[in-house]
C-alpha cells in the first residue's frame, strides 16, 4: 500500500486551544485514515515550520487527497502538505525508467 508523508502547521486559535486543553490526535486522525480504508504509521509533533508530522499508508492518490481535504477543511490548520513517498526499490526503478527516458534538457547553445 502507498506510503504518504503529511506535514502539518496549526493556526495560531487551533495552538491556543491546545495549550488551554492539550489533547492527543492520534486516535481521531487514525480514524479518519483507517476509514479511508488505510493506517497510520505515527503522529509526531515537531519544531520549525511544521507542527505535526504524520506518515500514513493508504491505498491510492484519490484517498490520500481525500485525506488532505477533510483536514484542510477543519480549519484548525494554516498549512498541509502531503507528499507521496517510494520505496528504495520504487525510487531505483524510477532512475532506470528516466534513464530510458529519451528526455534531452534544455540547452543555452
Known amino acids: 500500500m502507498p506510503s504518504y508523508l503529511i506535514q502539518a502547521s496549526y493556526t495560531i486559535e487551533a495552538l491556543q486551544a491546545l495549550m488551554k486543553k492539550p489533547q492527543d490526535r492520534t486516535a481521531v486522525v487514525g480514524k479518519a485514515v483507517e476509514n479511508l480504508g488505510g493506517s497510520l504509521t505515527g503522529l509526531w509533533l515537531s519544531f520549525g515550520d511544521q507542527d505535526i508530522v504524520a506518515l500514513v499508508e493508504l491505498p491510492n492518490n484519490v484517498s490520500a487527497a481525500a485525506l488532505a481535504l477533510a483536514i484542510a477543511a477543519g480549519g484548525a490548520l494554516k498549512s498541509t502538505k502531503t507528499t507521496p513517498l517510494l520505496t528504495v526499490a520504487q525510487g531505483?526503478?524510477?532512475?532506470?525508467?528516466?534513464a530510458s527516458s529519451g528526455y534531452t534538457p534544455v540547452t543555452t547553445a
Do not use: V
Open 92 to 98: 531505483i526503478s524510477a532512475m532506470k525508467k528516466a
